[in-house]
Nanobody, 115 residues
């Protein structure tokens, strides 16, 4: 199974980006799909998660600005990021919990927010 993120880039403060993460391979079923991020010199942190049924959870720092969603038919999870701040600058990683396999991580996509 593979996990690949896309959609990162450079944006000005106050702007928006939409990240996508597609899972592929021999997939029986997927449980939770998460977005994490790691800024330079900091530990990786959970940004948002979504269960197969659509229940979501967000870090306090992104509540009201970020929205996680998923398309189960496409094995894809999205992260819509609005009102971006310079402190949102980080490498964003997707983590997918596959039934029978465990959690696989993507290689990450860089998000840079300029002030």
């Amino acid at each position: 199974v593979h996990v690949v993120e896309s959609g990162g880039g450079l944006v000005q403060a106050g702007g928006s980006l939409r990240l996508s993460c597609a899972a592929s391979g021999s997939i029986f079923s997927i449980r939770a799909m998460d977005w994490h991020r790691q800024a330079p010199g900091k530990q990786r942190e959970l940004v948002a998660s979504i269960t197969r049924g659509g229940s979501t959870n967000y870090a306090d720092s992104v509540k009201g600005r970020f929205t996680i969603s998923r398309d189960n038919a496409k094995n894809t999870v999205y992260l819509q990021m609005n009102s971006l701040k310079p402190e949102d600058t980080a490498v964003y990683y997707c983590a997918v919990d596959f039934v029978g396999v465990g959690t696989n991580w993507g290689r990450g996509t860089q998000v840079t927010v300029s002030s």
